[in-house]
């Protein structure tokens, strides 16, 4: 690895850090603009002036928006986003008992469509123009065009009401049977990986096709090669950095979507709690939350940015 190149990737990671921060100075100024009283909405309607102003001053409300801006980066910095609101319990507390579900939730679906999309990508792309590329690429655009509330909607209706195979909420996060993970994970794991699929098999598709129309491809035919060994020997490789960019930028997808799917189906997730923070106007919380989701997804992209510039030597050169 030569010197250019980490000095490629150490400008990626500080443009991160530095996208991170503004980042969070947008989260903590958007769900500051939120209507509502935080105060108000813990101690009610009836409260009087002198307890709403009591607790805004033990809430810090009554601080300058920069200085609680400056305490709530450095707590966050430390691992202390604060207390939440409406439980008084610390949010870092709160997200640690919905994290490992939400995670749990996202490895799940990524285990089951990233085998499955690059698997139909590179078929695709090898049986380019057949009917199975045709059927492919059309179940492909029309599933994209599908928002994920509707796709959530269509399983509760055909595999929990009508068939009555699988449970319509997803309440339980104790698997002690591969059954009950089934059951568990079924529907909101199927939600997620229609688009997923969808996305990540055209991307992929393209990366193996641009590669077949590379001018050593025809070497490799001249020489003998069977297509099998023509795919995986020699364009599948070449075509990684793509492929790589194309997973990461597919499952960044699966974070907005996972908020969706927790709130449709109950799942005791990071996402549900979030949007159950918002609802009741629990600020520490909603922040905390809305970072993890912006930390991950910055991640993920600067991962598939480096993932370009490792398998694409153009890339290293102004």
């Not at 269509?154 to 698997?175: C, E, G, K």
């Not at 990986?193 to 055209?202: F, G, L, T």
């Not at 129309?213 to 795919?231: D, F, N, Q, T």
Request: a positive charge.
């Amino acid at each position: 690895m030569n010197l250019q190149l980490l000095r490629l990737i150490a400008g990626r990671l500080a443009v991160g850090l530095v996208s991170l921060l503004i980042v969070s100075a947008v989260v903590f100024t958007i769900t500051g603009l939120l209507p509502g009283d935080a105060a108000q909405e813990q101690l009610g309607q009836e409260a009087t002036p002198e307890a709403l102003a009591a607790l805004r001053q033990q809430m810090g409300l009554t601080q300058s928006g920069p200085e609680r801006y400056w305490q709530w980066l450095n707590g966050l910095l430390r691992g202390n986003p604060g207390q939440s609101i409406v439980s008084s319990a610390p949010v870092a507390d709160l997200i640690g008992s919905r994290l490992p579900n939400s995670l749990m939730l996202a490895g799940v679906t990524a285990l089951v469509s990233v085998p499955l999309a690059l698997l139909l990508g590179i078929l695709s792309a090898v049986w380019r123009g057949s009917w199975f590329d045709r059927a492919a690429s059309m179940g492909a655009v029309a599933v994209v065009s599908v928002p994920e509330f509707l796709v959530a909607t269509l399983a509760v209706l055909v595999f929990a009401v009508h068939l009555r195979w699988l449970p319509a909420l997803s309440y339980s996060v104790d698997i002690s049977s591969p059954g009950q993970m089934l059951r568990s994970f079924a529907m909101p794991v199927m939600s997620l990986s229609c688009v997923i699929i969808a996305q990540m098999m055209r991307m992929t598709r393209a990366a193996v096709i641009d590669q077949l129309r590379a001018p050593y491809i025809e070497m490799v035919k001249l020489k003998g090669a069977s297509p099998a060994r023509m795919v995986l020997a020699h364009a599948l490789p070449n075509a990684i950095g793509p492929i790589a960019n194309a997973v990461a930028l597919s499952l960044s997808y699966l974070l907005g979507g996972v908020i969706i799917i927790e709130t449709i189906f109950n799942y005791p997730g990071i996402a549900k709690l979030m949007v159950d923070g918002v609802s009741q106007r629990d600020m520490p919380l909603v922040q905390a939350c809305a970072m993890i989701f912006c930390a991950a997804y910055l991640i993920l992209v600067t991962l598939a940015d480096l993932c370009g510039i490792v398998a694409n030597p153009r890339l290293r050169h102004q």
